[in-house]
């Protein structure tokens, strides 16, 4: 059996809590104030429900609210810091790949504020490379913004693995030559595990184990 190419040289990562919010670029208070106006918006938001519990046959005969006051910016500050704790799993596989002298980068679709100030992340200095949506001006799956990336790390898109949740950006990163692992919420190891037996059967550089 013929043995697999030993190319991959870079991993990049997508950094759970981004926002994704249309394609466009757009302000913090814009964002806050249409998000806001969808979370109160009872007749979409009940006949969605409706919806929901008719395919998990539950009781559609329940009682909804005809009148909502949910403080959008107040539930996104509660959702952002609960994402802003690390995965510990993930964290500790990013500081193997650059023990093993991987290179390492994330690629994040975000925003700034009013103030121009970009809505943080801690892991910032864990990476070689952190690309923002909001400063490069592109968003995932955007192809130019994983290009974008792997140009600032100094590899091709098939040097590296991409790590995301989200289908549509794993496709846009295969379509590109990328070898892609998928995310899913709960099942983080698995995608550890996953890309250090990449790395380990198609690494460039010998991993240490």
Same mark, same amino acid.
């Not at 690629?107 to 200095?125: A, I, P």
């Not at 400063?135 to 091709?156: E, I, M, Q």
């Given at each position: ?8 040289? %870079? ?30 918006? !009872? ?26 006051? !949910? ?10 810091? =609960? ?7 993930? =964290? ?29 992340? !801690? ?19 955007? &192809?130019?913004?994983?290009?974008? &990336? ?10 590296? !693995? ?9 496709? %846009? &990163? ?6 892609? =692992? ?21 690494? %460039? ?5």
């Amino acid at each position: 059996m013929e043995l697999q190419t030993r190319t991959i040289r %870079a991993v990049i990562f997508d950094i759970g809590g981004v926002i994704q919010y249309e394609r466009n670029e757009i302000s913090y208070t814009e964002f806050i104030d249409k998000w806001t106006l969808e979370l109160n918006d !009872v007749t979409a938001n009940n006949k969605a429900y409706r919806e929901y519990l008719t395919r998990r046959h539950l009781d559609t005969r329940m009682v909804l609210p005809s009148k909502t006051r !949910v403080d959008g910016e107040e539930l996104f500050k509660q959702m952002m810091k =609960v994402a802003e704790e690390p995965n510990r799993c993930v =964290v500790d596989l990013v500081k193997w790949l650059r023990q093993c002298e991987y290179k390492v980068a994330a690629l994040t679709n975000n925003f700034q504020n009013d103030e121009g100030k970009v809505q943080g992340n !801690v892991l910032t200095k864990l990476f070689d490379e952190f690309v923002e949506s909001s400063v490069v001006g592109l968003r995932k799956p955007d &192809a130019r913004f994983y290009t974008h &990336a792997c140009n600032l790390l100094d590899v091709s898109p098939e040097e590296v !693995v991409f790590l995301d949740d989200i289908g549509k950006n794993l496709s %846009a &990163a295969k379509r590109l030559g990328m070898t892609t =692992v998928q995310v899913e919420i709960g099942r983080e190891q698995e995608a550890v595990d996953a890309v250090k037996r990449i790395i380990r059967t198609r690494g %460039a550089l010998a991993p240490k184990l």
